[in-house]
């Protein structure tokens, strides 16, 4: 099984909602990502899990809060979102945390903050 | 910060053409990877070329990398329809554990 899966495909939600994304993938990677991408533009590095701990954190804003449950799954929990949050979000998964392997991406959450 | 600069931004051929993309990168890198996106979709693993090698082949893809001029190229052979998409190069740098993303290029293949 090579597929990277995410839930929910499209999320709409006002500012005050709170909601979750989830990833998951059951190739034994340990390492995990959350990326969010605007139109035309590449995928941004937000956070990576190594073992299950967070290694990376972009300095991304306190209304994103990760979790990262088990080996297989990846949380984004959202709080408080603003407009200019909507976006592509996508997660990925690679054997381990290092520039030197290959990402495997899911199909990402459509967000939109209204 | 994204390091990868992309060139062309856009690309339009006929199907049955060859398209070349062009990446330029800033530091020393381990590796350089390609990606492809179709809209809103998303990436998907085309090729890995490490830093101590030169050129690379997968199917119609053909990938060069220049180290002494930090760049790479991609290109498709015969292309098809379906090969539109977005193209993003990515470098795995070797002081990090991340890949940074060029800005991409948009190839439509026409039928």
């Known amino acids: 099984d090579t597929e990277v899966t995410q839930t929910p495909k499209h999320l709409v939600m006002g500012m005050t909602n709170k909601k979750s994304l989830k990833c998951e993938q059951h190739?034994?990677?340990?390492?995990m990502y959350w990326y969010k991408q605007k139109a035309k533009k590449p995928p941004e590095l937000m956070f990576v899990?190594?073992?299950?701990?967070?290694?990376i954190n972009e300095s991304v804003p306190s209304r994103f809060s990760p979790e990262c449950p088990n080996s297989s799954l990846l949380n984004l929990h959202l709080h408080a979102l603003q407009p200019e949050d909507s976006a592509l979000y996508l997660c990925?998964?690679?054997?381990?945390?290092?520039?030197?392997?290959?990402?495997?991406f899911g199909p990402g959450t459509r967000l939109t903050v209204t | 910060s994204q390091q990868g600069e992309e060139d062309p931004q856009a690309l339009s051929i006929q199907e049955g053409e060859n398209a070349t993309m062009n990446c330029s990168y800033k530091?020393?890198?381990?590796?350089l990877q390609w990606y492809r996106q179709n809209s809103g979709r998303g990436l998907v693993h085309l090729i890995l070329?490490?830093?101590?090698?030169r050129e690379k082949h997968s199917g119609r893809l053909r990938v060069t990398l220049d180290t002494s001029k930090k760049s790479s190229s991609l290109l498709i052979t015969a292309s098809r329809a379906a090969d539109t998409a977005s193209y993003f190069c990515?470098?795995?740098?070797?002081?990090?554990?991340?890949?940074?993303f060029g800005e991409g290029t948009q190839l439509t293949v026409n039928p």
């Open positions: 990925a998964s690679s054997h381990r945390l290092a520039g030197d392997y290959e990402q495997y």
């Open positions: 190739m034994g990677h340990r390492a």
């Open positions: 899990y190594s073992y299950e701990k967070l290694s």
């Open positions: 530091t020393s890198i381990n590796n």
């Open positions: 070329i490490r830093s101590n090698e």
């Open positions: 990515a470098t795995g740098e070797t002081s990090g554990s991340r890949l940074t």
